[in-house]
């Protein structure tokens, strides 16, 4: 069975239908990638994904959660035993250092100070960042911001992390930087990876590739399909 499904799902603004007809599986351990252009409702699939949303109509299911049947406090739940949020802005407390930053979510969930400080820095020498714990945001590049920020998402040791436009404030050699770790993340950890993007080049570390366009799925590619990536850069791009 898929770690994720969704079945004609679909999401209204008001009258305005952001996502239509959504199907989609991916199973445990895959990292995904969705693509398409601004406004095609990438964004908006993966809030639905992440419980930040909920679904207007449809059939919305991770692990064992049925995200369309959860109320509120089941939902607060599920982000928080089940998920890991990157965004394209860090969203680091300048007032913090950084590994304060990164145990916020444990402290969400009541896990006292040492311990906390342990997995805090256990998470940024996951992603290169533990000689760095003690400065403030302020003190680091653009990359090294998102990495802190991948570290505070991974600190619960989830098992579905959900990346928006990741490197989509980074210059290119950031970005590899990103990308590496993601997939060290996935290879190592077998860590379930959704990322949305319009960067086509970013679709060589994933195992498949969704394409959205007007709220709708219009393909997804196969393992063998993504893996031809110059064709399939090609093919997306037209």
């Not at 049947?69 to 089941?74: R, V």
Request: with cysteine.
């Amino acid at each position: 069975m898929a770690f994720i499904e969704c079945r004609d799902v679909w999401k209204y603004y008001g009258d305005y239908p952001a996502l239509r007809e959504v199907d989609l599986t991916i199973n445990e351990g895959e990292f995904h990638c969705v693509i398409g252009p601004s406004g095609s409702g990438k964004t908006t699939l993966l809030s639905l994904i992440g419980g930040l949303d909920r679904v207007s109509k449809g059939y919305l299911r991770v692990g064992s959660y049925e995200l369309h049947n959860l109320g509120d406090s089941e939902l607060d739940e599920y982000r928080n035993k089940y998920v890991g949020f990157v965004f394209q802005l860090f969203y680091l407390i300048p007032r913090m250092n950084v590994v304060e930053n990164v145990e916020l979510p444990l402290i969400a969930r009541g896990v006292g100070l040492r311990e906390r400080r342990k997995l805090a820095l256990e998470a940024l020498e996951a992603v290169g960042m533990r000689d760095k714990a003690y400065r403030k945001p302020s003190q680091l590049s653009g990359g090294e911001q998102q990495r802190v920020a991948i570290a505070r998402a991974i600190v619960t040791r989830p098992r579905l992390l959900l990346a928006d436009e990741p490197t989509g404030n980074l210059d290119s050699k950031s970005a590899v930087n990103v990308m590496e770790i993601f997939r060290r993340l996935n290879h190592e950890l077998g860590m379930t990876i959704i990322m949305v993007t319009h960067n086509l080049e970013l679709i060589r570390y994933c195992h498949r590739v969704s394409r959205i366009s007007d709220g709708r799925i219009t393909r997804t590619y196969s393992v063998s399909e993504a893996k031809n990536y110059d064709e399939l850069i090609r093919e997306l791009a037209e």
